[in-house]
T-cell receptor, first 113, second 116 residues
Framework: DTGVSQNPRHKITKRGQNVTFRCDPI?????LYWYRQTLGQGPEFLTY????????KSRLLSDRFSAERPKGSFSTLEIQRTEQGDSAMYLC???????????FGPGTRLTVL | DQQVKQNSPSLSVQEGRISILNCDYT??????FLWYKKYPAEGPTFLIS?????DKNEDGRFTVFLNKSAKHLSLHIVPSQPGDSAVYFC???????????????FGKGTKLSVIP
């Protein structure tokens, strides 16, 4: 399967701990996105990379959140000092070309106790 | 403020009939619209899209209609099948309007149930 992969699929952590998620996009896709989805809501945009450059960041991405895509391939999303409000599904997506449609991964479900 | 609204949280349709899912938007900068389908425990899957220069796009059983003056779009599924049962998300972007954004703004979704 050559789709977008995300690890881990599930993460349970205690409030105040740091967590890091990994996303591997579809090979050769130059754009990579992070979205967050909470219960009853649609996905909300967090940030977007074109190759290794982070081009857009949402106001939702507080100082506790940092995303990287060091070599323009995989990406990591780190949340420092987690809070219960951070509990959500974190979705990674990738795309290639000029159209804005993206391919989503299965997501990482974060539960902060 | 919700820029993309799906006012029907759920919809039930008999197998073989037409399913119509609706979506409204408020941001006049949006110029590209998409529908995604989501099954439980999976990420959203792209279904169909339409550019603001068109008013209709068709792909097999799926057709999307865009009414720019009303800021409204709809997804028609004909005929509906039990496998279509999923949550459908409407999304929009302001990619070609000069904003140059690849950010997708999603609605809250409509859960479609197709009854055999």
């Amino acid at each position: 399967d050559t789709g977008v992969s995300q690890n881990p699929r599930h993460k349970i952590t205690k409030r105040g701990q740091n967590v890091t998620f990994r996303c591997d996009p579809i090979s050769e896709h130059n754009r990579l996105y992070w979205y967050r989805q909470t219960l009853g809501q649609g996905p909300e945009f967090l940030t977007y990379f074109q190759n290794e450059a982070q081009l857009e960041k949402s106001r939702l991405l507080s100082d506790r959140f940092s995303a990287e895509r060091p070599k323009g391939s995989f990406s990591t999303l780190e949340i420092q000092r987690t809070e219960q409000g951070d509990s959500a599904m974190y979705l990674c997506a990738s795309s290639l070309g000029v159209a804005p449609q993206v391919n989503f991964g299965p997501g990482t479900r974060l539960t902060v106790l | 403020d919700q820029q993309v609204k799906q006012n029907s949280p759920s919809l039930s349709v008999q197998e073989g009939r037409i399913s119509i899912l609706n979506c409204d938007y408020t941001n006049s900068m949006f110029d590209y619209f998409l529908w995604y389908k989501k099954y439980p425990a999976e990420g959203p899957t792209f279904l169909i899209s339409i550019s603001s220069i068109k008013d209709k796009n068709e792909d097999g059983r799926f057709t999307v209609f865009l009414n720019k003056s009303a800021k409204h779009l709809s997804l028609h599924i004909v005929p509906s099948q039990p496998g279509d049962s999923a949550v459908y998300f409407c999304a929009a972007s302001a990619t070609y309007s000069g904003a140059g954004s690849y950010q997708l703004t999603f609605g809250k979704g409509t859960k479609l149930s197709v009854i055999p």
